[in-house]
Nanobody
C-alpha cells in the first residue's frame, strides 16, 4: 500500500512562492501519474496539476497555468509543486494523490498541507 506525505505548506504574502513536496512510500509502488489537488472549506476538492510518472507529461488547471510547475524525482519517489506569484485565492489545503494505472481514479490521498496566502 502506498502512503503519501505532503510538506512545504505555510503562510506567505501574495506574490511570493512556495514549494510543496509529496513523498511516496510503501511497497509495491506503481504509479501511472501523480497529482496535486486543493480544497477550501465548503468546496469540493479541485484538480491543480498532474504529471505522468514515466513520460513526465504535465497537466494544469487554468487557474494555475503559468504560475505553478509540477515536477518529479523518480529516485526519491517525490513529486513537487512549485507555486509562484501566489494569490489569496490559492489559499487551501493541498493534497497529493496517485493514479496507480492509466484510466483509474486518483487515490491514496495524503493528509494535506495548508497553504495560506495573505493579501
Amino acid at each position: 500500500q502506498v502512503q503519501l506525505v505532503e510538506s512545504g505548506g505555510g503562510l506567505v504574502q501574495a506574490g511570493r512562492s512556495l514549494r510543496l513536496s509529496c513523498a511516496a512510500s510503501g511497497r509495491p509502488f506503481s504509479s501511472a501519474a501523480m497529482g496535486w489537488f486543493r480544497q477550501t472549506p465548503g468546496k469540493e476538492r479541485e484538480f491543480v496539476a498532474s504529471i505522468r510518472w514515466n513520460s513526465g507529461i504535465t497537466y494544469y488547471s487554468d487557474s494555475v497555468k503559468g504560475r505553478f510547475t509540477i515536477s518529479k524525482d523518480n529516485a526519491k519517489r517525490t513529486v513537487y509543486l512549485q507555486m509562484n506569484s501566489l494569490k489569496p485565492e490559492d489559499t487551501a489545503v493541498y493534497y497529493c494523490a496517485t493514479r496507480p494505472l492509466p484510466g483509474t481514479d486518483f487515490g491514496s490521498w495524503g493528509q494535506g498541507t495548508q497553504v495560506t496566502v495573505s493579501s
